[in-house]
């Protein structure tokens, strides 16, 4: 009898797994997904089984070494996590090592050691077959609640995800107390220590209900008759900036199916894909109305601010609010600094980093121009760089100048705090302030602030994020300011201030639906999801020419490759926003893929992309890495 091992370690994605011989000694005892020993180079390590066969093979035996030691009887990992293991790795371009390793409990022999057999005492649950997922969308807190209520009927495992590490306690006090004590709390931030024990207990079945970030996904479910997404249009989702580049939503649906588990995606604001997949019955849904809300914004028009002589970034509308004293005012924008960027008005010129070529933000403490992303700083200029004109503007408004602004107008009136990445120390020091108080801050401040205890929310300058060259803009700003909706308590006032208020994601705000009818027309003409599916590959070279000759070698490699594939395109190479940046010239090809074939397709692609090369299905963005 051979095994074929799984080493959780980093190994060629050619070789996900080693053949080894099973001793006879051995071949009565072991199983798939047994933890066991097995002689690797000069050493003994760990590996995991996954298959085991008993027909011939191209390997002699003679040429293979056997398995050591059975170092735990009872299965560590069952047939649906492994094969969802492997499909994650197909998927993703990931060594199937490496997600084993990132992702299976702590190897300590001496822990391991408290690992018994004695608590397996349940049968094994009925095979189950996948069904459509389905879109639950809620219309108030009150509404979500009665939803996890419901999974008190639920006798399996329970995978309840959510975006972030804060959302993990939010939803833990939603669950019904009844619930609470078969909770376990899991995320990324989670220790070694916890990690350790709260894996076991779910392998031991003491505990059935996980609520957790995406790495969650790989705890070792036996039973899991029930995933819920929390929030699936978050796109906190997606993780961009290492392998596997995993998007929560895409390893749901393969998990479930391994599983058999109902997927259910919850919502007050769903994703446009989710959405129109509801809406062709490919997703099962509870209705596709969606709610208002209650904490609907004041639109204020800047136009005419302009129009009656106000040049400041202060509304009168939000002067007017403020003279009102409320306790707490949550004063958001989307770039720290003082000026979003620094042009020309005769000529057009911007400041822009030498490194990056993104724009410069204006700080005026230091009286200098700063690239917030490679920290690149160079000092103020009051004369145009390339006509020389004195006419040098600053546009937008940033984190520092609303900061000074507010402090010399309201400072009598409101402590005033700044939350964003340069100033850390400040994200819990306004909870124990006192008194009115105005937290002016980025999307950091955003997950740290109490939304229950905001009385005033400003959208500062809600255009910044419009003019993004990327697909999602739309859709990020809409799910930034329906999230707001949903936070803020009943007797909260909400102002958006913007120059733009005939962009169809305002307009939608007091008509949600037309939101998503309008991004489907735009989305459909582009051929963008939900149309198609996007992967996007991209690699970084020392030298532009570098990088430009293997981008063009992978283009026409896989053009070749799926020239007789229907309806896939293969678009590229492009330089990406900014080309340069962590050191590196950047080049980005881009797949359309049909729905129908978008998990083939992808594997394929994946198959067929050097190791060198960054694979990241269903991205975010497309042109900037993040």
Not at 366 to 378: G, T
Not at 534 to 555: D, H, N
Request: proline residues 7%; glycine residues 4%.
């Amino acid at each position: 009898m051979r095994a074929k091992i799984v080493l959780p370690r980093r190994m060629p994605r050619s070789l996900p797994y080693l053949d080894y011989l099973v001793p006879k000694n051995l071949t009565e005892k072991i199983e798939v997904g047994q933890l066991v020993l097995v002689p690797f180079r000069r050493q003994t390590v760990f590996g995991v089984v996954f298959s085991l066969e008993n027909g011939k093979s191209s390997v002699p035996e003679k040429k293979l070494k056997e398995i050591q030691e059975i170092v735990i009887t009872a299965p560590l990992l069952s047939n649906p996590e492994l094969k969802f293991l492997e499909e994650i790795s197909a998927f993703y371009a990931t060594s199937l090592g490496f997600i084993l390793k990132s992702n299976l409990l702590p190897l300590k022999k001496r822990k391991l050691k408290d690992l018994t057999l004695q608590t397996f005492t349940k049968p094994k649950p009925k095979k189950r077959e996948f069904s459509a997922p389905l879109l639950q969308l809620y219309q108030s807190p009150t509404e979500k609640q009665s939803f996890l209520s419901a999974l008190k009927k639920t006798t399996g495992q329970i995978l309840i995800l959510v975006p972030n590490v804060r959302n993990v306690e939010e939803l833990y006090t939603l669950l019904p107390q009844t619930l609470q004590p078969e909770c376990l709390q899991f995320s990324s931030e989670t220790s070694d220590k916890d990690f350790f024990e709260a894996w076991v207990k779910l392998w031991r079945e003491e505990k059935r209900i996980v609520i957790g970030t995406r790495r969650a996904l790989f705890l070792p479910w036996k039973n899991l008759e029930t995933i819920v997404m929390d929030n699936e249009a978050n796109p906190d989702y997606k993780s961009w900036d290492m392998a596997p580049r995993l998007h929560t939503k895409d390893a749901c649906l393969l998990l479930a199916r391994q599983h058999g588990s109902q997927l259910t995606f919850l919502a007050f604001t769903p994703s446009v894909d989710t959405y129109y997949f509801a809406k062709q019955k490919v997703y099962r849904s509870n209705g596709l109305e969606i709610g208002k809300g209650q904490g609907l914004p004041e639109i204020v028009d800047f136009r005419n601010e302009r129009k009656m002589g106000n040049y400041g970034f202060l509304s009168e509308e939000l002067k007017k609010a403020l003279d009102k004293k409320p306790q707490n005012v949550f004063v958001f924008l989307n770039r720290k600094g003082s000026f979003n960027y620094v042009g020309c008005r005769d000529c057009g010129y911007v400041e822009r980093c030498e490194t990056c070529r993104r724009t410069l933000s204006y700080h005026q403490k230091e009286n200098q121009l700063v690239c917030n992303y490679c920290h690149l700083v160079k000092p103020m200029t009051t004369l145009c760089p390339s006509c020389s004109s004195m006419n040098v503007a600053m546009y937008g408004v940033g984190t520092e100048l609303a900061e000074n602004t507010l402090q010399k107008d309201y400072g009598k009136n409101y402590a005033i705090f700044r939350l964003d990445s340069e100033n850390p120390e400040e994200n819990e020091k306004y909870l124990s302030q006192a008194g009115p108080k105005i937290i002016i801050g980025t999307q950091i401040a955003w997950d740290v602030i109490k939304w229950n205890k905001i009385d005033l929310l400003v959208f500062l300058d809600a255009d910044t994020p419009l003019f993004v060259p990327e697909y999602k803009t739309n859709e990020n700003l809409w799910f930034l300011i329906r999230d707001a909706i949903f936070r803020l308590n009943p007797g909260a006032s909400f102002i958006l201030q913007t120059s733009h208020p005939d962009h169809m994601v305002f307009r939608s705000i007091y008509a949600p639906g037309a939101f998503y009818e309008e991004e489907l027309k735009n989305r459909s003409s582009l051929d963008y999801p939900p149309v198609s599916y996007l992967v996007r590959l991209f690699y970084g070279a020392k030298t532009a020419p570098e990088s430009e000759r293997e981008a063009l070698r992978l283009t026409t490699k896989l053009n070749t490759l799926t020239k007789d594939l229907k309806g896939l395109k293969i678009l590229g190479p492009l330089p990406m926003y900014p080309v340069y940046q962590d050191l590196q010239y950047w080049q980005v090809i881009i797949a359309k893929i049909p729905y129908s074939n978008y998990k083939k397709y992808t594997k394929l692609l994946a198959e067929h992309t050097p190791d060198t090369w960054k694979f990241d299905p269903n991205p975010n963005t497309l042109l900037t890495k993040d």
